[in-house]
């Protein structure tokens, strides 16, 4: 085409410049992550600088009418999102002006020019719109008939999914040869608008994690840490440092009526790189199928070869029915709460996921994990949730013998509930052969390791547990306790600062934090960790009493007059709930006080308290070891090593 006849492909603006062809967004010859329908929206308003754009404009050329996305919404976001990057804003706009009730109008001085290699042919490697036939807008005004054409053409309707996932659709790199060790599933977002769907999004994250991780390699990150990033707008590589990935899987979902459409993309984090991406479309009653379909499609991309088992394992048929599906997506997102009432709501559509089909195994599994979270955070007694627990496994296993969740079910139970030592660890072991990467199995491990006093494997499966989870508060305190435990206070320490800048209203770390200054002689750093814990918890009360015996003693001696005054609240509370036998165990350990601890110690035997197996080798109960009542505690636990 002769150089007169060419049309512009570039449009810039200050420092930032739009590549029609290529649909990229640079700021300074950067190229920067522009989700794609906002870059149509602000191609729209620069290639008419200064005129009214009409948000009817805007509905009929890039919003069909069978789109799954509110127009309203999906158009103020959009706005939102180029303000954002452009550092704009609505009451003082330099480049987009808001007409109230009317539209919108770019306002900038636009520059126009074409770039030196518009006139080359396409690579078919690249696979470009024009190479597969598609029209493609080259720095014409954007008419409504040319938008929907490119639309239609291009077989999908944009639903924001990030970074340049219509020519990455069609622009597809291999991922199985660069290397792909590690990989994060970041949360899906909802683009539906509604809060009560969020249970959507977030089940099928959870659900892409766990089929995933069953894989062993690469390393999927889990959940806990991946979920500090929902509606997060930090940079993909920034993400990917932080959780220590090679590449993350981002994506979205939307749903209208009974209708659901997926776009998910596969990124390398080093380069930005987009390596694969699909979008998929499917009802409702579908959805657990899909989510291993898409597990499925990542898992190909990230491994040379599926074996036997996982291509029969993504294969695996899933019941099609919408209310099966809506009940244990609700019953995952509740259980990842873990506070009582969601736990129980969690139990509540798992049941009603089984009612539904009772063939279903992975609601099984939930409902027994679920008991056993209720019973391990000392919501509820032994009799009233190992039965429940235990009738829930063995449903799961009759149906499904491979199912990773039932038999770590199984492991707590026989540890915590049968004191089987030897078949608990059975259990974790197959449950990790199950599913290589399953987060919550390596920490548990990690715990059974610890009761059985055999610290340095402990302490590298917590290690493990924490690779896969490295945002997890949780799983840092673990690492750091096991490390504290060796007397690695070198080790520890950093750790500890490291998950402060993270959570610094926690105040577990500052209570650990001051145990490691207080071992270390450091006795007023120590009391000024222990008084800062304390003020985070908020009680002026406790912080009050605290001080004043600190005053005059030292800081063993505020711990336990600390001590002391819980246990007057707790005895109290008793009277109108439940309080599990542990909490006064830990504070008469506090407090120095022997004889209430072994009293009530007796009284969590009586109803089998969960936390029984950790009393064998944890500090804490050392000054107990002598005494006879202890010893015969001791045997009753058949623990390793207590004769």
């Known amino acids: 085409m002769p150089e007169t006849d060419r049309q512009p492909d570039i449009v810039g603006f200050d420092a930032y410049e739009l590549r029609l062809s290529t649909r990229e967004f640079l700021k300074h010859g950067v190229r920067i992550k522009f989700p794609p329908q906002a870059f149509l929206v602000l ?48 009451e003082t706009p330099r480049y987009i002006e808001t007409l109230p009730r009317l539209g919108y109008r770019f306002v900038g001085e636009v520059n126009r020019h074409i770039s030196a290699n518009v006139s080359e042919p396409p690579d078919r490697n690249d696979a ?15 008419s409504e008939q040319g938008f929907r054409l490119w639309i239609v053409s291009s077989a999908f309707v944009i639903l924001g999914l990030t970074g340049w996932a219509i020519f990455v659709l069609s622009h597809r790199v291999s991922a199985t040869s660069l290397a792909i060790h590690s990989i994060a599933v970041l949360p899906l977002e909802n683009l539906s608008g509604n809060p009560e769907q969020e249970y959507l999004a977030d089940g099928m994250t959870d659900e892409l994690i766990t089929h995933l991780a069953k894989l062993g390699s690469p390393k999927v990150i889990s959940r806990t840490s991946v979920m500090q990033y929902k ?83 993504f294969a695996y048929k899933v019941p099609r029915d919408p209310v ?16 009582e009432p969601d736990l129980h709501h ?31 955070l000392g919501f509820m007694k032994a009799d009233e949730a190992v039965p429940q627990a235990r009738t829930a496994i063995e449903k799961a296993l009759a149906l499904d013998p491979l199912s990773a969740e039932a038999h770590l079910a199984r492991a707590y139970l026989l540890l915590h509930g049968d ?46 547990a924490h690779e896969l989870d490295p945002l997890s508060l949780l799983k840092t305190l673990t690492v750091a306790a096991a490390l504290l435990r060796r007397g690695d206070n070198a080790a520890a320490l950093p750790i500890i600062r490291r998950a402060m800048e993270l959570y610094p209203l926690n105040s577990a770390l500052h209570y650990q934090l001051s145990g490691l200054f207080q071992r270390q002689g450091r006795t007023t750093e120590a009391a000024a960790e222990w008084r800062t814990g304390l003020q985070l918890e908020g009680d002026l009360q406790v912080v009050a009493r605290f001080d004043s015996t600190l005053h005059g003693a030292d800081l063993t001696a505020a711990k336990r007059a600390v001590a002391r005054m819980l246990v007057e609240r707790r005895l109290e509370q008793t009277k109108h709930q439940y309080i ?64």
């Open 43 to 90: 191609q729209m308003l620069v290639e008419r600088p200064g005129q009214l754009i009409s948000r009817e404009e805007f509905h009929r050329a890039l919003w069909l009418a069978d789109t799954f996305v509110d127009f309203d919404q999906g158009l103020n976001s959009a706005i939102k999102k180029i303000r954002g990057v452009l550092n704009d804003s609505a």
């Open 128 to 142: 470009s719109d024009e190479a597969l036939g598609n029209p493609v807008p080259i720095g014409v005004p954007a």
């Open 231 to 313: 509606r997060a707008r930090q940079p993909l590589p920034e993400i990917a440092r932080a959780l220590k990935v090679d590449a993350v899987v981002e994506g979205s979902i939307a749903l209208s009526g009974n209708k659901v459409r997926v776009t998910v993309q596969l990124i390398r984090a080093s380069d930005d790189q987009h390596l694969w991406a699909e979008e998929y479309d499917s009802e409702l009653g579908n959805m657990l199928a899909l989510q291993r379909q898409i597990a499925g499609s990542i898992a190909q991309e990230v491994r040379a070869k599926l074996g036997p088992e996982e291509q029969a394992y």
């Open 324 to 339: 099966l599906n809506e009940a244990y997506l609700r019953g995952l997102y509740f259980w990842e709460k873990r506070t």
């Open 346 to 376: 969690a139990i509540e559509n798992f049941n009603a996921a089984v009612a539904r089909d009772p063939s279903f195994a992975p609601a099984y599994a939930g409902v027994a994990n679920s008991y056993n979270l209720l019973w391990y």
């Open 419 to 464: 004191w089987d030592w030897t078949a608990g660890e059975a259990e974790l072991r197959h449950s990790l052969e199950l599913s290589p990467g399953y987060s919550l199995a390596h920490q548990w491990n990690a715990y059974f390791l610890r009761a059985a006093g055999r610290p340095e494997e402990a302490l590298a499966e917590s290690e493990v």
């Open 580 to 643: 599990s036998p542990r909490v006064f165990v830990e504070l008469y350990l506090q407090a120095d006080d022997k004889e209430n601890s072994l009293r009530w110690l007796a009284k969590a035997f009586d109803e089998h308290s969960s936390f029984l197996v950790e009393i064998v080798h944890d500090p804490s109960y050392d000054h107990l070891h002598p005494d006879p009542r202890f010893q015969e505690m001791l045997r009753r636990l058949h623990a390793p090593g207590s004769n």
